[in-house]
C-alpha cells in the first residue's frame, strides 16, 4: 500500500501543478473574489479526479532532479491554456478603451476589484456582459472540460520543451493575440465609424457657424451617439460573444493539438 502511494504522489503532484497554475491566471477562477483556499482545494479535487480518470495510463515518475523539470513543464503548460483564455476575454477591455477614448470617458477610468487593475467604464460593462454570458452558456464547464482533455491529448510524458524549441507554440500564442486584437477592432468599429462621422460633421460645423462652441457641444454630442450605439448594438452582442468563444475553444484545441502531434 505504501509502494502505491509513493508511486502515485508524484503523478498527482504534477496533475495538481498544471490544474493549479490554469486557476491561477484564467478568468473567473483567478478573480480576488474567489477565497484561495476554495482555489486550492478545487484545484486538487478536479486534480484528484483527473487522477482516477487516467488509471491504469499513469506514466511512472521517479522523484530526482529530472522531476523540477517536469513540473516546470506542467506549471508552463497551465499558464499557457489560461493565457489563451485571458487574451481573449481581455478584447473587451481593449475594445471599450477604445470606444470611450472617441466618446470622451477616457478620463473617468474605474478600479475592478477583480482583476485589481484599472480599466474603462465602457470595457468593464462590455466584460462583465462577456462574463454573464459565459456563465450562462456554463462556459465555465466547457473549460474544465477543457483542461481535463488537456491530459489526453498532452499527456504527462509529452514532448513539451521540443514543441517550445521549434516555435509552434510561440507561433500559435502570437496568432491568437494578433486575431483577438483583430476581433477588438471588428467589434469597436461601428461606433468608432460612428463617432468618426461625428467629428466631421463637428468640424464642418466650427467653420462654417464658428459662433457656436464646437467643444462643449461635441462633447454632449458624442456621448450621445456612443450610448445609442451602445443601446443599437446591445441586442447583437450574444452573437459576438458566441463567435469569440468558438475561436476561442479553437485556439485551445490547436494547442492541443500541436503537442498531440508530436507525441
Same mark, same amino acid.
Given at each position: 500500500?505504501?509502494?502505491?502511494?509513493?508511486? =502515485?504522489?508524484?503523478?498527482?503532484l504534477l496533475i495538481f501543478c498544471r490544474v493549479t497554475a490554469f486557476f491561477v491566471i484564467s478568468p473567473i477562477f483567478s478573480y480576488k473574489s474567489v477565497p484561495?483556499?476554495?482555489?486550492?482545494?478545487?484545484?486538487?479535487?478536479?486534480?484528484?479526479?483527473?487522477?482516477?480518470?487516467?488509471?491504469?495510463?499513469?506514466?511512472?515518475?521517479?522523484?530526482?532532479?529530472?522531476?523540477?523539470?517536469?513540473?516546470?513543464?506542467?506549471?508552463?503548460?497551465?499558464?499557457?491554456?489560461?493565457?489563451?483564455?485571458?487574451?481573449?476575454?481581455?478584447?473587451?477591455? /481593449?475594445?471599450?478603451?477604445?470606444?470611450?477614448?472617441?466618446?470622451?470617458?477616457?478620463?473617468?477610468?474605474?478600479?475592478?476589484?477583480?482583476?485589481?487593475?484599472?480599466?474603462?467604464?465602457?470595457?468593464?460593462?462590455?466584460?462583465?456582459?462577456?462574463?454573464?454570458?459565459?456563465?450562462?452558456?456554463?462556459?465555465?464547464?466547457?473549460?474544465?472540460?477543457?483542461?481535463?482533455?488537456?491530459?489526453?491529448?498532452?499527456?504527462?510524458?509529452?514532448?513539451?520543451?521540443?514543441?517550445?524549441?521549434?516555435?509552434?507554440?510561440?507561433?500559435?500564442?502570437?496568432?491568437?493575440?494578433?486575431?483577438?486584437?483583430?476581433?477588438?477592432?471588428?467589434?469597436?468599429?461601428?461606433?468608432?465609424?460612428?463617432?468618426?462621422?461625428?467629428?466631421?460633421?463637428?468640424?464642418?460645423? =466650427?467653420?462654417?457657424?464658428?459662433?457656436?462652441?464646437?467643444?462643449?457641444?461635441?462633447? =454632449?454630442?458624442?456621448?450621445?451617439?456612443?450610448?445609442?450605439?451602445?443601446?443599437?448594438?446591445?441586442?447583437?452582442?450574444?452573437?459576438?460573444?458566441?463567435?469569440?468563444?468558438?475561436?476561442?475553444?479553437?485556439?485551445?484545441?490547436?494547442?492541443?493539438?500541436?503537442?498531440?502531434? =508530436? /507525441?
Amino acid at each position: 500500500m505504501t509502494q502505491i502511494f509513493l508511486n =502515485a504522489l508524484p503523478v498527482f503532484l504534477l496533475i495538481f501543478c498544471r490544474v493549479t497554475a490554469f486557476f491561477v491566471i484564467s478568468p473567473i477562477f483567478s478573480y480576488k473574489s474567489v477565497p484561495t483556499i476554495l482555489k486550492i482545494g478545487l484545484g486538487f479535487f478536479i486534480s484528484f479526479i483527473i487522477f482516477t480518470v487516467l488509471g491504469d495510463n499513469q506514466p511512472v515518475v521517479a522523484i530526482d532532479l529530472s522531476y523540477v523539470i517536469l513540473i516546470l513543464r506542467e506549471v508552463l503548460i497551465g499558464i499557457m491554456l489560461g493565457y489563451i483564455v485571458v487574451v481573449f476575454f481581455s478584447v473587451m477591455h /481593449t475594445v471599450g478603451g477604445v470606444i470611450d477614448l472617441q466618446i470622451g470617458f477616457a478620463m473617468a477610468n474605474v478600479l475592478d476589484p477583480q482583476t485589481g487593475v484599472t480599466v474603462s467604464l465602457t470595457g468593464n460593462f462590455k466584460y462583465m456582459l462577456l462574463m454573464l454570458v459565459f456563465l450562462m452558456m456554463n462556459g465555465h464547464h466547457f473549460l474544465l472540460t477543457g483542461l481535463m482533455d488537456s491530459f489526453v491529448y498532452m499527456p504527462l510524458e509529452n514532448d513539451w520543451f521540443s514543441r517550445m524549441g521549434d516555435g509552434s507554440i510561440a507561433q500559435m500564442l502570437v496568432e491568437a493575440f494578433a486575431h483577438s486584437m483583430l476581433l477588438g477592432i471588428q467589434i469597436a468599429s461601428p461606433i468608432m465609424v460612428a463617432l468618426f462621422v461625428t467629428d466631421l460633421g463637428l468640424g464642418f460645423l =466650427a467653420k462654417t457657424a464658428p459662433q457656436f462652441n464646437v467643444f462643449v457641444i461635441g462633447f =454632449a454630442i458624442k456621448i450621445f451617439v456612443g450610448l445609442a450605439m451602445l443601446i443599437v448594438l446591445l441586442p447583437g452582442m450574444g452573437v459576438v460573444f458566441e463567435k469569440l468563444f468558438s475561436i476561442m475553444f479553437e485556439y485551445m484545441e490547436r494547442f492541443f493539438s500541436i503537442v498531440f502531434n =508530436a /507525441t
